[in-house]
């Protein structure tokens, strides 16, 4: 935590401290008790928060101060419909107060009606204009709904009320990064790193701003690297531009690892360029390791995206960056001949090169994982309106992304996916051009084979931020460790991968019989510590990299029927296929029991990885079919 922050929460834990001194001697002195509400809601104690407020309000519902916090304490705890109705009910009993409109103003901003949010901050303005927090909030309001312009106004009158505040000075380096003012972005981070030296979301930007700078100039002397080439006729190899949702490198999640094979084999055979978003722009770097695998690298942040257009679904909208349309239009003077599209997400980037040969190269099928997860949203909504309500948004967004979907999908005379499965699904939907099956593999040449371990422990491996990898652990610990636990209670339950979402971490602190390996450096070094791995999933499309690792490192695996959809894997034969929780956990204890029978799938299913599942070979076949389709093309089009 930063220094500030630790102060400003000792101060506020102080603070309550003496309020509550003081309401032991008046328990129920109405000041007091909302000054202690108010320290909680600083502290993010919303109970509590709530429970004072509610005291105050039990001897006076019209005390309009009090709806107000209690509006701060239920936005607070995610509950905005209570917010809503709390602070409506403050302004109607004081329309004078600009705080009220500005804590409207932050609810209309949690529901991302950008209109609203600021018209109510603007109401709080005229009412206390010199309060540069307000000023702050309708700059971050004018960001979200894409004005950058008039987010540099407020956010620069913001500044001028309270010039030391770092994060006025952030986002208004954030607004002038949207504008393309490079210079004024720089600036204004510097500034914002000077008075927060300490908040790691300040670290770095104007370093951002410099690659980007640096960039531009790169894109610019390889586009007249490509003009001599050729106007002179010395262009030997087909040009390729690969788009990707995030680096290709380091390889470890399932995605990464899919798509640096890809990169690596289409640097072999073309002259590449990489043009990847990134998770965060502290990740710039990644760049350089990039740059190995093809001619020229970038990389953009996606940065402040304006509104999402209603029809547009989340999950697309999520891949928007207007500064990383800014790099494809420079990059419109190269003559690509193949544009590859990593993922659907990358497909609202198709129209900036018309005229090249375009593929896309699916991971899933998206709007299968969102319908699935959707669907077990539902099942365990029971009677709970609100979660109903959240399973109904995800069908709702599965609808949207599939139309998205069969919109795109005729755009690509050519599609790669990665099982016969998805194929035939996405052939249903699209009878035009040509779907491909390129395998999901692993690098048989690097993972060795480990030795048998039997200590009882078994693995699950992951991305710990993806949503499939998120149910499938925390259905494995809900619902099968405690069979397994019933049979053999010494079993260990091992989680590791990158980036660990909240949910996760607090499983490891219920049992210390679970343990959380958050980004493991070398993945082989824990699972060579364990007796086996599970691959538990209720959602998903594709195939399961995870599960042809764990074949190819010798870890026997017990997964469901959906786990191993796709893969030419036999029950009993490579891996142990069971769908019910007990017999799950039945398994699991079997093979912990057995180890002729864990020899057994070890020497099989790695065998099957060596054979069907290798990384090269997979990408060498696929780019060869690639660059055979492109040259067809072409002769189609001079015909």
Not at 186 to 212: E, I, S, T
Not at 373 to 390: E, F, R
Not at 444 to 466: F, Q
Request: charged letters at 20%; one cysteine or more.
């Amino acid at each position: 935590m930063p220094v500030r922050d630790r102060l400003k929460r000792a101060y506020y834990k102080v603070t309550l401290l003496l309020h509550r001194a003081r309401h032991q001697a008046q328990p129920n002195d109405p000041g007091t008790l909302l000054k202690m509400a108010a320290a909680h809601v600083e502290r993010q104690e919303w109970p509590q928060a709530i429970a004072r407020v509610d005291q105050v309000l039990q001897a006076d519902p019209h005390e309009s101060h009090a709806l107000r916090i209690l509006a701060q304490a239920h936005l607070g705890k995610g509950n905005r419909t209570a917010a809503l109705t709390a602070i409506q009910t403050s302004l109607s009993l004081d329309r004078n107060a600009g705080w009220s409109h500005h804590v409207l103003g932050q609810i209309h901003l949690a529901n991302q009606d950008y209109a609203a949010a600021i018209a109510a901050i603007e109401t709080g303005i005229a009412i206390d204009p010199n309060v540069s927090w307000l000023h702050f909030n309708l700059g971050e309001a004018y960001l979200l709904a894409g004005d950058w312009a008039k987010a540099v106004t407020v956010l620069q009158t913001s500044i001028r009320l309270n010039p030391i505040f770092p994060w006025a000075h952030y986002y208004l380096g954030n607004a002038q990064l949207a504008l393309g003012n490079f210079a004024a972005a720089q600036q204004a981070y510097q500034k914002a790193q000077l008075f927060g030296p300490d908040v790691d979301h300040v670290r770095g930007n104007a370093a951002y701003v410099d690659h980007l700078q640096a960039q531009g100039a790169e894109i610019d002397t390889y586009i007249q690297q490509t003009h001599a080439q050729d106007t002179l006729g010395l262009r030997s190899r087909p040009r390729v531009l690969l788009i990707l949702p995030g680096p290709a490198y380091p390889p470890r999640s399932g995605g990464a690892v899919r798509s640096f094979y890809e990169m690596k084999a289409l640097h072999g055979k073309v002259d590449l360029v990489v043009a990847s978003l990134l998770y965060d722009k502290a990740n710039w770097r990644v760049k350089d390791d990039l740059a190995n695998y093809a001619q020229l690298a970038l990389v953009m942040d996606t940065g402040e995206r304006p509104p999402r257009d209603p029809d547009q679904p989340n999950s697309i909208h999520r891949y928007r960056s207007p500064g990383f349309e800014t790099i494809l239009k420079q990059l419109g003077p190269v003559n690509f001949d193949i544009v590859v599209s990593d993922f659907m997400f990358m497909a609202q980037y198709r129209d900036y090169f018309p005229q090249a040969f375009h593929v896309l190269s699916e991971h899933n099928i998206e709007s299968q994982i969102v319908r699935r997860s959707g669907t077990v949203a539902k099942d365990q909504a029971d009677q709970d309106q609100a979660d109903q309500q959240a399973a109904l948004a995800i069908l709702q967004e599965a609808d949207h992304l599939a139309a998205f979907e069969d919109r795109m999908w005729p755009q690509y005379p050519l599609r790669f996916v990665v099982s016969e499965q998805d194929r035939q699904m996405l052939t249903a939907r699209c009878s035009i051009g040509e779907t491909v099956v390129v395998n999901n593999g692993a690098n048989t040449r690097e993972i060795k084979l480990l030795p048998d371990n039997s200590l009882p422990r078994v693995l699950l491996i992951g991305t710990l931020n993806y949503l499939p990898n998120i149910d499938g652990a925390i259905y494995f610990a809900s619902q099968i460790l405690p069979h397994v636990w019933r049979l053999n209670p010494k079993v260990e339950f091992w989680i590791a991968g990158a980036d660990p979402v909240p949910e996760l971490r607090r499983l490891a602190d219920h049992d210390r019989r679970i343990k959380l390996i958050a980004n493991p450096e070398v993945m082989e070094d824990v699972a060579a510590q364990c007796c086996l791995s599970v691959v538990p999933l209720r959602i998903g499309s594709g195939t399961r990299i995870k599960i042809l690792q764990s074949l190819a490192m010798g870890l026997p695996t017990v997964t469901t029927t959906l786990g191993c959809e796709g893969l030419l894997v036999e029950d009993d034969k490579h891996l142990m296929v069971r769908d019910r929780p007990d017999d799950f956990a039945q398994a699991i204890v079997d093979l912990i029991a057995d180890a002729g029978k864990r020899d057994r799938l070890r020497q099989t299913g790695r065998a099957l990885v060596e054979a069907e599942y290798d990384w090269e070979q997979i990408w060498e076949s696929a780019v060869n079919l690639m660059l055979d389709r492109y040259a067809k093309h072409q002769g189609d089009r001079q015909m």
